[in-house]
């Protein structure tokens, strides 16, 4: 069966906070990948109410879909479902919200479960052995043959480093050595299918073996660079009843198995007497950088590399120029200037760095500090529509990044406030909808809004 995974991971997103109020903002390309086919869509719905009573909003970013289930679906559920309860703390609410996806085990089916398990140890496994493929074909390019002994170390080195890469990542707190545990249990007979699949009659040994167990193990707990494409990011923000100042709490998450969710927890971030503003951009987020530090990143990458290799190259140069000085003292002052150069170096990218914050980025955060909740929403969408800009005017995919752009402002006393918001419908068609979203509880029904 050939499954569709809609994604909004070349999205556009940005929360901007002061102690007043939030505004978010996001673009609505939505990107639909269909085995190596992809069809983009204009209409993607990436902000929602988390309460529809309370001052409290999600974003989505990255995979549309949490087994197969969407996530708009997923909130809309979790906001019937919560009613008018009310936390005191922003994060009570990201805390709460988390529980419910590990709580609703119904909700995404075992044989599901199964599926993401099994694709996410296939597609690894697969990865692996294109690395052991590429070795081999390099050392035959060589010497032309090759010994079932050096395909065997090639196997037993790629598959080891793999092992140790997993080895080193954290492990997610809320996951259990009992739990890691049962999941070995659970999907052992999995994994090795997959390895017969994937490595057939490869030369692989009872430690390599176990290497391959461990690393599909790990597959299901721990973030890497290999998740980025399955992944979702979460974003809720807003106030909580005793919350002063608004807070932003954020989670990547990557599937479920063993109805456990694999999820990390991100940096909180908050508004504070000290802290007056905050801007955060997630997903494409550098023409925001430029806006902010005016440099393009990449820009500043190169240079800062650039500048290293100079600094590198010129103490040899210099040196080796003087040819009455013995080699080995060369080489000793060689080390000593290359020591400086780089401590040298660091002063300077710091001082950069420095210069940069105090004459472009704060200043804007001063200022962003004192906006009134109208400016705020119009300076989000305007971040947002720098990205979908500068799509249009280069080489890059443009409809990765799409108008039109809903922006919402969040505010202790008003709450959630829409400021612009497409429709899928026309409203004067509509007026059954209307009636309903505006309408009272009927039969003690909650009404669903967006």
């Not at 070795?135 to 002994?149: R, S």
Request: net charge negative; with cysteine; glycine share 4%.
């Amino acid at each position: 069966m050939v499954r569709a995974i809609p994604r909004n991971n070349m999205t556009a997103e940005i929360v901007i906070m002061n102690r007043e109020a939030i505004a978010i903002a996001a673009d609505s390309a939505v990107t639909l990948t269909i085995e190596k086919d992809q069809k983009t869509f204009q209409s993607a719905n990436k902000i929602f109410k988390l309460s529809r009573y309370h001052p409290v909003a999600i974003m989505i970013s990255g995979n549309t879909n949490l087994l197969r289930v969407p996530w708009e679906t997923i909130i809309k559920v979790y906001r019937r479902e919560l009613g008018t309860m009310e936390f005191d703390f922003l994060k009570e609410y990201a805390y709460n919200f988390i529980d419910f996806l590990n709580k609703r085990n119904s909700f995404f089916e075992e044989k599901e479960q199964e599926y993401h398990v099994y694709k996410t140890i296939y597609s690894y496994y697969n990865k692996i052995k294109e690395e052991i493929e590429e070795n081999v074909e390099d050392v035959l390019g060589v010497n032309e043959e090759i010994t079932d002994a050096e395909i065997k170390r090639i196997i037993a080195n790629n598959i080891k480093r793999h092992y140790d890469n997993f080895k080193e990542l954290e492990l997610p707190p809320t996951i259990t050595k009992n739990h890691l545990k049962k999941l070995k249990g659970k999907y052992k007979e999995m994994i090795d299918n997959v390895k017969d699949v994937i490595f057939e009659k490869a030369i692989i040994n009872t430690r390599v073996s176990n290497q391959l167990t461990e690393i599909g193990i790990n597959l299901l707990v721990k973030f890497s660079d290999w998740d980025e494409d399955d992944q979702t990011e979460i974003v809720i923000t807003g106030f909580g009843k005793e919350d002063k100042f608004p807070s932003l709490q954020s989670f990547l998450v990557n599937g479920m198995a063993n109805n456990i969710l694999k999820y990390k927890e991100g940096e909180p971030i908050n508004i504070s007497s000290e802290k007056g503003s905050i801007i955060s951009p997630f997903a494409q987020r550098e023409m925001v950088d430029l806006f902010m530090t005016g440099v393009d990143g990449k820009y500043e990458e190169a240079i800062t590399e650039d500048l290293s290799d100079l600094c590198e190259s010129v103490p040899g140069i210099i040196i080796n120029s003087l040819e009455n000085l013995p080699a080995a003292e060369k080489e000793s002052k060689k080390r000593k200037i290359n020591d400086i150069s780089t401590a040298m170096l660091m002063e300077y990218v710091k001082g950069l760095q420095e210069y940069r914050d105090r004459t472009f980025v704060q200043p804007i955060m001063n200022v962003v500090t004192l906006l009134p909740k109208v400016e705020l929403a119009m300076l989000a969408k305007s971040l947002v529509f720098l990205t979908t800009l500068k799509r249009k005017v280069t080489r890059q995919q443009e409809t990765t990044v799409a108008e039109p752009i809903d922006v919402a402002v969040i505010s202790k006393g008003d709450g959630f406030i829409w400021i612009e918001r497409k429709h899928y419908f026309e409203r004067e068609m509509n007026p059954h909808f209307l009636a309903n979203y505006y309408g009272e509880e009927k039969n003690g029904e909650e009404k669903e809004d967006n």
